[in-house]
C-alpha cells in the first residue's frame, strides 16, 4: 500500500506522522516547510453561513460549506481561471469541497417587460444558437480547433412567474467533450440580475436543487424589486426572449444582424453579454488547483 492510498484510507494515521516528523524536526532544530497559499487561496473568500450585499442592489444568504466573493474579487478570479470579467460582477459562490461555483452580475438596463413569458419559441431560440454557432464554427476550423455542436436544451426556457425568474440551459459538444451553460435571469425593477452556474456536465444535475435552494434565498432590497416598478421607470429595450439569447447581441437578431453569439477562451466557453458559461473539468481543475502536467495551481 502506497503512502498516498494509506492518506486517503487514514486521515488520522497521516496526521500521527506529521506529527512525529515535527517533533523529530524540533529536536534537531530544522524548520519544517511552509505551504505556500495559492494564488486562489488569497482572495478575500467570505465563508459561510452568512448574509452578503450583492452591490448593494439585493441580499443572498451563503449557506455553510460555501464561500462567497465580492465583486472585486471575483473579476481575479475570472481572471484567474482564463474568463474575462464583464465589469457587471457583483459576486462568486463556490461549494468549497465540490468546486461548483456561481457567478452573479447586474446589468442595469431598465425594466424587462414579461410580457413574452407564453410566448418563448424554445426552437426558434435554439435555432439561433445554432446559427451563431455555425458562423463561429468556421473561424475556429481556420484556427485549427474543434467545430461547436449545439446538443440542444438541457433546460428549455421558462419563466417563473411569481419569482419573476427566467431560466434556461444549452448542451453543446466539442472534440468529444459535452458543455453546459446553465443561466437564470431574476428581474429586478431597474435591470436583471445575470446567475451562471459553472459544473461539468456529468455533475449538473445532481448540483441543480442546491443551487436553485440558494438563489431562492435572494432577495432585491427595498425600491429595487420588480414588483416596485414606479411609472416613469426606464423601460428596457428587449424582453425576455432575447435575454434568452443575450441581452443587446440579440436584439440585433430582430434586424437581420445576428452574428456569431459565442466566443472561445481554450476549452472554456462563454455567450457574449450572457455571462460565464458552464465549463468542463478544464476549469474546475484550475479552480482546484490541479494540473496534469505540473501537478499544482497554474495560471492562464
Known amino acids: 500500500m502506497t503512502l498516498r492510498s494509506l492518506t486517503l484510507l487514514s486521515p488520522l494515521w497521516f496526521a500521527l506522522c506529521m506529527l512525529c516528523l515535527s517533533a523529530s524536526a524540533q529536536e534537531k532544530g530544522e524548520k519544517l516547510p511552509v505551504a505556500k497559499a495559492s494564488p486562489m487561496d488569497r482572495l478575500a473568500w467570505i465563508q459561510g453561513p452568512t448574509q452578503v450585499a450583492l452591490a448593494d442592489r439585493a441580499d443572498l444568504q451563503i449557506p455553510k460549506g460555501f464561500r462567497f466573493l465580492e465583486a472585486k474579487a471575483a473579476q481575479e478570479f475570472l481572471k484567474m481561471t482564463g474568463n474575462r470579467p464583464s465589469g457587471e460582477e457583483t459576486g462568486l459562490l463556490m461549494h468549497s469541497?465540490?468546486?461548483?461555483?456561481?457567478?452573479?452580475?447586474?446589468?442595469?438596463?431598465?425594466?424587462?417587460?414579461?410580457?413574452?413569458?407564453?410566448?418563448?419559441?424554445?426552437?426558434?431560440?435554439?435555432?439561433?444558437?445554432?446559427?451563431?454557432?455555425?458562423?463561429?464554427?468556421?473561424?475556429?476550423?481556420?484556427?485549427?480547433?474543434?467545430?461547436?455542436r449545439i446538443v440542444g436544451w438541457h433546460v428549455a426556457p421558462n419563466f417563473n412567474d411569481v419569482t419573476k425568474n427566467l431560466e434556461w440551459s444549452v448542451e453543446a459538444e466539442s472534440g468529444g467533450e459535452k458543455f453546459v451553460n446553465y443561466n437564470v435571469r431574476l428581474l429586478g425593477r431597474k435591470g436583471v440580475t445575470k446567475v451562471t452556474l459553472i459544473e461539468d456536465r456529468s455533475h449538473v444535475d445532481s448540483t441543480l436543487p442546491q443551487f436553485r435552494e440558494i438563489l431562492r434565498s435572494h432577495k432585491y432590497k427595498s425600491g429595487e424589486s420588480y414588483a416596485e416598478y414606479r411609472q416613469g421607470d426606464r423601460i428596457a429595450q428587449y424582453g425576455l426572449g432575447a435575454l434568452v439569447l443575450g441581452g443587446a447581441a440579440a436584439a440585433a437578431a430582430k434586424f437581420g444582424l445576428f452574428g456569431p453569439l459565442i466566443l472561445f477562451f481554450k476549452k472554456a466557453w462563454k455567450l457574449v453579454v450572457a455571462g460565464v458559461v458552464g465549463a468542463a473539468?478544464?476549469?474546475?481543475?484550475?479552480?482546484?488547483?490541479?494540473n496534469?502536467?505540473?501537478g499544482g495551481w497554474r495560471r492562464s
Do not use: C, H, Q
Open 97 to 148: 469541497e465540490d468546486k461548483w461555483w456561481v457567478i452573479l452580475e447586474f446589468e442595469e438596463i431598465g425594466y424587462v417587460k414579461d410580457d413574452e413569458k407564453k410566448d418563448l419559441d424554445g426552437d426558434k431560440l435554439l435555432e439561433s444558437y445554432r446559427r451563431g454557432t455555425e458562423a463561429m464554427n468556421e473561424s475556429r476550423g481556420d484556427r485549427g480547433s474543434p467545430p461547436i
Open 281 to 290: 473539468m478544464w476549469v474546475k481543475n484550475l479552480v482546484t488547483g490541479r
Open 292 to 294: 496534469k502536467n505540473e
